[in-house]
């Protein structure tokens, strides 16, 4: 009897600790399972949310940006001068009417600029002569280049620019220009000036100079462009870059011109290209491919101006 009971004791023990034993092993398991169920739902939607905001970030960076916010668009690709600190969007025309006073600075101003025969003498009536006098030079005495061929005043209209005053003038022109435009601006002695280099359309460089030289380093062109629709050369592939006409107030010789379709630049430009009218007066840089292969193909690494005026700091 004592070993009978004793061994009962013993079989008793042992099956209360396999009972216990067996109930933490589920214990452990069903903790295991759900742990490892919360540790998959929150992985899985953690990726689905990292997935999401990538989306969301490309379909940011592909949007165009807004017309009025542009300070990332020239500032992507390229160095800009002091002129260039923001881009500038296009002139407000305003509804106040020009006073009698405006009105005859303005007119005086372009019939003095356009009566005097050597460029010098024109420095008296633009703004910032000391700043135009060595872009006149290059332009009249190196490149041999003249004024847009013009005639009479067709009309007058204020106009505000990162408040600024200008009074743009309408002025009759060739078929290469016409109208030709000419912004006069109120200089901070309280003048009305003319805004050169919008005038005679100038580039960094010489238009056909920059054809020669394949130049590989972006320059500013003033241009009148419009949607191209060749692709040739290291711009062949018509997915991957957006094409553009553009022409010079220098010269008849027509560009092709590229601009990435997944750059912000592109986005812009073509934004603008679609509005009328179908050809855009803008300022762009440009340069030529590294061994570039053809004279008339170049890329477009930045969008400066809706229009040939730049305020002058």
């Known amino acids: 009897m004592p070993d009978g009971s004793t061994k009962r004791y013993h079989t008793s023990t ?17 903790v295991a399972g759900l742990a490892g169920g919360w540790w998959t739902y929150f992985h899985v939607s953690t990726q689905a949310d990292t997935t999401e905001q990538d989306a969301k970030g ?21 160095v800009k001068t002091d002129a260039e600190k923001l881009f500038q969007p ?36 633009v703004i910032n002569p000391a700043q135009a006098e060595p872009l006149m030079r290059d332009f009249y005495d190196e490149r041999k280049l003249a004024d847009p061929v013009t005639g009479g005043l067709l009309s007058l209209s204020p106009h505000k620019l990162l408040g600024r005053e200008i009074i743009v ?3 009759e022109g060739n078929a290469m220009r016409n109208p030709v435009e000419a912004a006069v ?15 005679v359309g100038f580039g960094e460089m010489g238009w056909e100079k920059f054809i020669q030289e394949r130049t590989t380093t972006p320059k500013l062109f ?20 957006y094409a553009v006409k553009l022409r010079s107030p220098e010269s008849e010789r027509a560009l092709h ?53 730049i305020l002058p700091p």
């Open 90 to 125: 296009q002139s407000v025309k305003t509804d106040d009417p020009l006073s009698e006073a405006d009105t005859k600075a303005a007119t005086e101003v372009i019939a003095q600029f356009k009566s005097a025969k050597a460029w010098r003498d024109k420095l008296a009536w």
């Open 58 to 78: 490309t379909a940011l960076a592909a949007k165009p940006t807004s017309m009025a916010n542009h300070e990332s668009i020239s500032l992507t690709d390229l």
């Open 14 to 30: 042992e099956a209360h600790r396999s009972l216990m034993i067996a109930m933490w092993a589920l214990l452990l398991l069903a």
């Open 169 to 171: 003038a309408s002025i």
């Open 257 to 309: 011109a590229y601009c990435r379709r997944d750059s912000g630049v592109g986005a812009e430009l073509m934004a603008l290209l679609q509005l009328p009218p179908k050809i855009q007066a803008l300022t762009l840089r440009l340069v030529f491919p590294e061994k570039s292969q053809s004279d008339h193909c170049v890329e477009i690494t930045g969008l400066v101006a809706e229009r040939w005026l």
């Open 185 to 199: 601006l109120r200089s901070k002695s309280g003048e009305w000036k003319l805004d050169w280099e919008s005038y």
């Open 222 to 241: 003033r241009v009148q462009a419009q949607r191209g629709d060749y692709w040739n050369f290291e711009f062949s592939d018509e997915k991957k870059w």
